[in-house]
């Protein structure tokens, strides 16, 4: 396979499954951290502690690179010389594919929602320094067409004598699950370290791979762990439906002894806002209270309503029955940029 070592892993009695051929792609594991400054500043009594997904690497990537691991060695694999992806025109998914297509040696092509002429700032001006092919479509014709988009790219992409290869919104499917289930065996490690024994785990979720993931890994691990997406888009029954549809398919797929009917998939589904990529006050001042107390940065798309979500259900006691709650932090930071003139204004 060309690209990166690809990394395998053997079933062991720790791990009776064996993950799917593997790129090493990530900067892994990421960092484990703890928040002092704002455990002091709520005054809770349970220990805060920060997953650094944010710090993958591939350009401060985030929660993609994990999938893409997987995703990407799929691709090669199938002899694939061209990725079509898709997503907003802000799509964290997007930036992070276009920069390791161009690290793969890869042609990229993204079909992209938002208008005509969007300013080239945050996610896109990556995207188009990475040599992705732009396509632009407006929101309703996306949303309405996104299946017949993507045919038409990828006939495109043959009738030029490529082998084009798709990766759905987020890669979230049933390889994308992979990424999160070995984020998980690294949370085993962290929570062993600091003497975690039962914990509330949050993590934003938009297309419910990252949720699938560490929600499969953590049954499967024995993570004592809850496990819950906050959604940024979507409403609590589309979550419950795309996690199991995708974990059905990952099981399907790859036969791991799981049972999905008795599995807990917890949402939260009260901080999605005025909409997708789409946030209120709230959203900006807490990314401006952990960026001052903790130097760490949240975007207003993603991580800035998970965390939200986080500092709410804390102070409602949702979380009083453990000692530790984790936030698992997804990237993201070049959608706060384009959106700018709110976080002066917050
Ligand atoms: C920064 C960031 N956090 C969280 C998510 C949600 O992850 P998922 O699509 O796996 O639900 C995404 C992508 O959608 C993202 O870009």
């Not at 792609?25 to 500043?41: K, S």
């Not at 805060?48 to 929660?63: E, F, Y």
């Not at 992806?85 to 998914?93: A, E, F, M, P, W």
């Not at 549809?245 to 797929?253: G, H, I, N």
Request: charged residues 20%; contains cysteine.
């Amino acid at each position: 396979m060309a690209g990166p070592a690809c990394r395998g892993q053997a079933m062991t009695p720790e791990t009776p499954f064996e993950f799917p051929p593997r790129l090493s792609l990530a900067q892994l594991p990421t960092p484990f951290q703890p928040l002092p400054r704002l455990q002091r500043h709520l005054g809770c009594r349970q220990r805060l502690w920060i997953k650094r997904d944010d710090l993958t690497g591939s350009v401060l990537s985030g929660n993609k690179v994990r999938k893409l691991e997987f995703t990407l060695a799929e691709a090669l694999l199938a002899g694939a010389d061209t990725i079509v992806t898709c997503g907003g025109v802000q799509s964290n998914h997007c930036r992070a594919t276009a920069l390791l297509c161009a690290r793969l040696g890869l042609h990229c092509v993204l079909v992209l929602r938002g208008e005509a002429e969007p300013p080239f700032d945050g996610n896109l001006l990556l995207s188009q320094l990475a040599g992705a092919e732009l396509r632009l479509w407006p929101v309703r014709t996306y949303q309405h067409n996104l299946d017949a988009l993507l045919a038409e790219t990828i006939e495109d992409c043959r009738a030029q004598g490529r082998q084009p290869f798709l990766i759905p919104t987020g890669a979230s499917d049933a390889i994308g699950v992979w990424g999160y289930i070995g984020a998980v065996q690294e949370l085993q490690a962290d929570f062993a370290r600091e003497a975690i024994t039962r914990a509330h785990l949050l993590c934003a979720t938009g297309s419910g791979g990252t949720q699938a993931g560490l929600t499969a890994g953590a049954a499967l691990l024995g993570l004592p762990a809850t496990v819950w997406g906050v959604a940024v888009c979507d409403d609590e029954q589309w979550f419950l439906d795309k996690v199991r549809s995708d974990l059905q398919a990952w099981q399907e797929r790859y036969q791991v002894p799981l049972e999905l009917g008795r599995l807990p998939v917890q949402v939260l589904d009260a901080y999605i806002g005025p909409g997708y990529a789409r946030a209120g006050r709230e959203v900006f001042e807490t990314i401006q209270l952990l960026a001052s107390l903790e130097g760490m940065v949240l975007d207003p798309v993603y991580t800035g309503k998970a965390f939200l979500g986080l500092l709410t259900e804390l102070r409602s006691g949702r979380f009083d029955d453990v000692d530790d709650i984790v936030f698992v932090h997804t990237g993201g930071v070049f959608g706060l940029f384009p959106q700018r003139d709110q976080v002066v204004a917050s």
